[in-house]
């Protein structure tokens, strides 16, 4: 099999692999598109994605668009600031390869997690740091909290799902946050869906209402260190289940919002169709 490099000289501080057969990104949307290209010359290509989640993210884009997702693989070098996707991967299975599922968001993919609302709002801020104040890596996403903590809580979703059952599950009205997820990790530090597995062939859809910022200060730790998402979608303690939920499902469509976060890069939208896409790509770890 073919194997190529690719790394983005503008993650993680220029940190990582440079080589022969090593191709430099240029700008953003370079990786997806050099990975497509290349898949239609031979599919049958390994890359070694070098960069942050949001190249990991371009990489898994451009194996989906070239429709190469059961011959190409991918091996992930994370050089970013959160690296949130590779930290769902096993770790004591080094150089085996398995087919993961993939999120389709509208018309183009993720790996990892989609974010609406506060979670949104953090990275967005937390790129502010990084970019204006040159602060990266988890003290920017902690500066982000910080921020979006102080600015008006809690937008108006419609939220409608299909569940893993086949059943329906719906909710409109004001949210503080919702997470569609593949992965377990967001933020650089947050294990905020700690039963998602990349193999089951479903999302977890986590919704948080809006409420106030006592109540936030007594979710947030337990959001962070993975205890407020117990298994089977228990929320813990119970007294937080008249505020948080989390269902197993297929597909969801969410509106009202102002911003999506697809594995860390925000986009402006007001309505977004996610689903899942099993065994969509091959991962060696």
């Not at 294990?191 to 106030?212: A, F, N, Q």
């Not at 979710?219 to 939920?245: A, D, H, M, R, W």
Request: glycine fraction near 12%; proline fraction near 3%; include cysteine.
């Amino acid at each position: 099999m073919r194997k190529l490099t690719v790394f983005n000289p503008a993650a993680g501080n220029g940190k990582g692999h440079d080589g022969e057969n090593c191709y430099r990104t240029v700008s953003k949307g370079d990786c997806r598109r050099y990975i497509k290209e290349e898949c239609a010359k031979d599919p049958n290509t390994h890359f070694v994605v070098c960069g942050g989640d949001g190249t990991l993210n371009e990489a898994v884009c451009g194996v989906m668009d070239a429709g190469a997702g059961q011959s190409a693989s991918i091996t992930a070098y994370p050089c970013g600031s959160g690296n949130d996707t590779v930290k769902s991967f096993p770790k004591d299975q080094e150089g085996k390869t398995e087919q993961l599922d993939v999120i389709k968001v509208n018309d183009r993919f993720g790996i990892n997690m989609i974010n609406i609302g506060f979670d949104c709002n953090v990275v967005k801020s937390a790129a502010h740091f990084k970019h204006k104040l040159k602060i990266a890596g988890k003290l920017s996403y902690i500066l982000g909290v910080i921020r979006e903590f102080f600015k008006p809580f809690g937008e108006d979703f419609q939220i409608d799902a299909v569940l893993e059952d086949g059943s329906s599950f719906s909710y409109h009205g004001p949210c503080l946050l919702c997470a569609v997820c593949n992965g377990q990790w967001c933020g650089g530090s947050f294990h905020s869906s700690p039963y998602s597995d990349m193999r089951d062939g479903v999302l977890e859809l986590i919704l948080v209402k809006k409420t106030g910022r006592i109540n936030f200060l007594k979710l947030v730790g337990k959001y962070q260190n993975g205890t407020l998402i117990g298994e089977n979608g228990k929320i813990n303690p119970e007294k937080f289940s008249n505020l948080v939920s989390c269902h197993r499902v297929r597909s969801v469509t969410v509106a009202g919002m102002k911003q999506v976060c697809t594995d860390g890069e925000v986009e402006e939208m007001n309505r977004v169709l996610i689903s899942v896409v099993p065994s969509a790509i091959r991962f060696t770890y």
